[in-house]
């Protein structure tokens, strides 16, 4: 690792302003878990990092009636797993933090960081997604917000502004009714990092379907929402057979990427069986009752 200078700045537009003057060889180091190891690796060498640890703004979990809830950036993963207010108003949020990684980085790493990498494997983007949550960014412009689809942008790639940095997600209050289940696939249980991600919220009245918002992620190169398999549930009473037909949606409708970890066509299989048994998960049903073989 070479060496580096340390920056605390006080204010979002003094880190905003340092971001603007020092531009490439800067980065924005929060929990640091993944940009350390970046370091060491050698894969990236700043020559400063900027700490946005002393910035109350980015810190904090809160909730308003009529927003909903508020997430600083600083908030880690497991800040977002114990919280009251999350397992509350978004409790699927909650279970899907509670199993991000390894308890190293759910203790140390925050969720804005993770948001920022945009890793493709990685469990909060997908969940956010399906909640219908938006991002805060700030910068010495202002400040503006933009959804989660408007965020995620491509492989390891935002919609950040080089001087811009996230201060807080924002999670809107759910409908009456909703529920939501988030479903992980690994290839191994020593695996950390999921090949095969899911997230479905409905607004539900036993089992029928009103509303529906799905997400498919780490098989694509960023979050999908499956807006098709989504209409396919909206207004239905769900059985094994809807919940077949909406995982053949989804596994179609995706573009699954190809590498070391699995093929195209092993991933859109995998998604094929994890939305199926989300669905019957999530809606209480027997997955292959009235189901041909």
């Known amino acids: 690792m070479r060496e580096f200078d340390f920056a605390e700045p006080r204010s979002i537009a003094e880190a905003s302003q340092m971001l603007a003057e020092y531009g ?65 108003h978004a409790p699927v949020l909650a279970r899907m933090a509670a199993q991000v990684a390894n308890p190293q980085v759910r203790n140390q790493g925050t969720i804005g960081g993770n948001l920022c990498y945009a890793d493709p494997s990685t469990d909060p983007p997908g969940c956010l997604m399906a909640l219908d949550a938006s991002v805060v960014l700030g910068s010495t412009r202002g400040e503006r917000v933009l959804s989660m689809e408007e965020f995620l942008v491509d492989y390891y790639t935002t919609a950040m502004e080089s001087d811009e940095l996230l201060l807080e997600i924002r999670v809107p209050l759910q409908a009456p009714g909703t529920q939501g289940e988030y479903t992980r696939f690994l290839r191994t249980a020593a695996e950390h990092r999921p090949l095969v991600s899911l997230a479905l919220v409905v607004q539900k009245e036993g089992q029928i379907c009103h509303q529906a918002r799905l997400a498919v992620g780490a098989s694509t190169p960023i979050p999908t929402r499956l807006r098709r398999a989504e209409e396919c549930l909206r207004g239905k009473t769900v059985n094994a057979q809807l919940a077949a037909e909406v995982a053949s949606i989804v596994a179609e409708d995706i573009q699954p990427v190809s590498d070391l970890r699995g093929s195209s066509e092993f991933r859109r299989e995998m998604v094929r069986t994890v939305t199926r048994r989300t669905v019957a998960t999530l809606f209480g049903i027997d997955i292959n009752e009235g189901v041909a073989a």
């Not at 700043?46 to 009529?66: K, M």
């Open 24 to 88: 490439d060889d800067a980065r924005i180091i929060a929990g640091g878990s993944a940009l350390m190891l970046a370091m060491r690796q050698r894969m990236l060498a700043p020559t400063h990092l900027i700490s946005v640890a002393r910035l109350p703004r980015l810190h904090g979990i809160d909730f308003d009636p009529r927003e909903g809830l508020r997430i600083g950036a600083m908030s880690r993963h497991i800040d977002v797993a114990r919280s009251e207010l999350v397992k509350a």
